[in-house]
């Protein structure tokens, strides 16, 4: 399986919510030969590190594609770029973000192709709830550790809710 982060936190010049863009995107997706096969339900998050930038909007979609790592990867930064992504500052702010989150369980070290798994999926409430929608018996393919594991360790400063539930707090 493969599997997708997508988040933003800015509104972007052709959709008025970040979630519209996010959803946009998806269907660019599928013209481009990755087809999504499963979305998880839209998850709110505080960014990541702590900052005063608007709460992201995620979700983690599962995807099928014959391309490779390295193809999809470009795939995804054109259509990133497609929707007016500019990459600057680490955590900064943005319209739209589309993450390799895991390849077929593949495991990488970024000299020949992307690093994978995401270096630091294991480590964001953003990415696991709703990985854990799409894929309730996933497991981390380096550490092996299952995904309501992963969750019980986050950090607890890590804020996440469902989308539009604003003041129900975090998602358990």
């Known amino acids: 399986m493969i599997y997708l982060g997508v988040g933003a936190n800015l509104p972007s010049p052709r959709f008025s919510t970040p979630r519209e863009t996010l959803e946009a995107a998806m269907t660019d997706l599928d013209r481009r030969g990755i087809v999504p096969v499963s979305v998880s339900r839209w998850y ?3 960014p990541v590190p702590a900052s005063d930038q608007p709460w992201y909007v995620n ?8 391309q490779d790592a390295a193809t999809l990867l470009a795939n995804l930064h054109a259509v990133e770029a497609d929707y007016g992504r500019v990459r600057g500052a ?4 943005r319209i739209i973000d589309l ?3 895991d390849f077929r369980g593949e495991i990488r070290d970024g000299a020949a192709g992307p690093v994978l798994p995401h270096p630091r ?3 964001r409430a953003f990415v696991l709830f709703p990985l854990r929608d799409v894929a309730p018996d996933w497991r981390h393919p380096a550490s092996g550790a299952a995904i309501d594991s992963l969750i019980a360790s986050l950090d607890p400063d890590q ?9 129900q707090g975090c998602v358990s």
């Open 44 to 46: 709110e998050s505080a």
């Open 121 to 123: 999926m294991h480590e």
């Open 99 to 101: 993450d390799l989150l």
């Open 59 to 66: 979700a983690v979609c599962r995807v099928s594609t014959g």
């Open 90 to 93: 680490v955590n900064a702010a």
């Open 159 to 167: 804020t996440v809710r469902l989308l539009g539930s604003a003041g």
